[in-house]
């Protein structure tokens, strides 16, 4: 068990719908990323919060937005959602910027 | 330009050394890890490396850096059938906080 909690841990929804995926990092970690893993595309990083602010962004849609609460839990928001973002979405924590990463058990999303 | 490639597949005997390869592109990586992801499971931090290190042994693991060819290796001594995952590099670019994964390379270990 890394310490980090993610929920759901199964999510299937429609087109066009929108989900929230819930991050708890673990205790102390500060970051957190999160990640979408998908057959074609592998492990591709999304967002990270250092803190409550935004720290680095990848190959993140417009679609999607996250956001680093006081508590340091973390949500990732999709909205629009299409067939292609069915995936596996990872939260990750660490305590600070430059530490080793650990990863929670996923969010795996179908969309329908 | 941020690439890390590794073979997609490695198939072992039970007891025998399994050396997973990983090469990546960015000459500025700073760390670099080595993930474990079992089916249905996420990913679970096996060992890491700092660039200015050569090797690093934890236990049955041994991490190799070649930073002037941009290799890294992970070898898995004794490999029992529980070592069967998926595993994945990953490089830490620079000044940046993300993780650059690699493909992945399957292990399977046969009896």
């Known amino acids: 068990d890394s310490g980090v909690t993610q929920t759901p841990k199964h999510l299937i929804t429609a087109t066009g719908q929108r989900v929230t995926l819930r991050c708890s990092p673990r205790?102390?970690?500060?970051?957190v990323y999160w990640y979408q893993q998908s057959l074609d595309q592998g492990l591709q990083f999304l967002i990270q919060?250092?803190?409550?602010?935004?720290?680095a962004k990848g190959n993140i849609l417009e679609r999607f937005s996250a956001q680093q609460f006081p508590d340091l839990h973390s949500e990732l928001n999709l909205s629009s959602l299409e067939l292609g973002d069915s995936a596996l979405y990872f939260c990750?924590?660490?305590?600070?910027?430059?530490?080793?990463?650990?990863f929670g058990q996923g969010t795996r999303l179908t969309v329908v | 330009g941020e690439d890390v490639e590794q073979s997609l597949f490695l198939s072992v005997r039970e007891g025998d050394s399994s050396v997973i390869n990983c090469t990546y592109t960015?000459?500025?990586?700073?760390?670099l890890y080595w993930y474990k992801q079992e089916p249905g499971a996420g990913l679970q931090l096996l060992t890491y490396?700092?660039?200015?290190?050569d090797m690093k042994q934890d236990q049955r693991l041994t991490v190799l850096l070649n930073k002037k060819d941009k290799h890294l290796s992970l070898r898995i001594a004794d490999t029992q059938t529980g070592d069967s995952a998926i595993y994945f590099c990953?490089?830490?670019?620079?000044?940046?906080?993300?993780?650059?994964f690699g493909t992945g390379t399957r292990l399977q270990v046969f009896p």
């Open positions: 205790s102390g970690d500060l970051s």
């Open positions: 960015d000459s500025s990586s700073t760390y």
């Open positions: 919060y250092y803190n409550g602010e935004e720290r």
């Open positions: 490396i700092f660039s200015n290190m």
């Open positions: 990953a490089e830490r670019v620079g000044n940046t906080d993300k993780l650059i």
């Open positions: 990750a924590s660490s305590v600070a910027m430059a530490d080793a990463a650990f």
